[in-house]
């Protein structure tokens, strides 16, 4: 069972940055895909980004991408995903997932994501 706990969520001003941490327990990231989803008010939960433990990544949304960043800590079993110049439309609940998969899965974007994060909120005001 893997147990996945976010932080670092919050409220800011649009252009802020906020960096949002998930702690994975029991686990060797380098055999894992690991990502972030968000549920923005009123819409279904879509995938932010995702990366494996043995290297690469990939952005759900080619726009975010010049503003999110994810990366992980190996050492610290932690993801990372870096929010800069957020928007109120970035506004949402943002879920770490992770599932054992190989790497073309989760970098093809085909993963199915087996352990969730309890979420952490982001909200950002105009």
């Known amino acids: 069972q893997v147990q996945l706990m976010e932080t670092g969520g919050g409220s800011v001003q649009a252009g802020g940055s906020l960096r949002l941490s998930c702690t994975a327990s029991?686990?060797?990231?380098?055999?894992?895909?690991m990502g972030w989803f968000r549920q923005i008010p009123g819409k279904e939960r879509e995938g932010v980004a995702v990366?494996?433990?043995?290297?690469?990544?990939?952005y759900y949304d080619d726009s975010l991408k010049g503003r999110f960043t994810i990366s992980q800590d190996d050492a610290q079993k932690t993801l990372y995903l870096q929010m800069d110049d957020l928007k109120p439309e970035d506004t949402a609940m943002y879920y770490c997932?992770?599932?054992?998969?190989?790497?073309?899965?989760?970098?093809?974007?085909?993963?199915?994501?087996?352990?969730w994060g309890q979420g952490t909120r982001v909200t950002v005001s105009s």
């Open positions: 029991a686990v060797n990231l380098n055999y894992y895909c």
């Open positions: 997932a992770a599932a054992y998969a190989a790497a073309e899965f989760c970098l093809g974007g085909s993963w199915t994501p087996r352990y």
């Open positions: 990366l494996h433990g043995g290297g690469g990544a990939t």
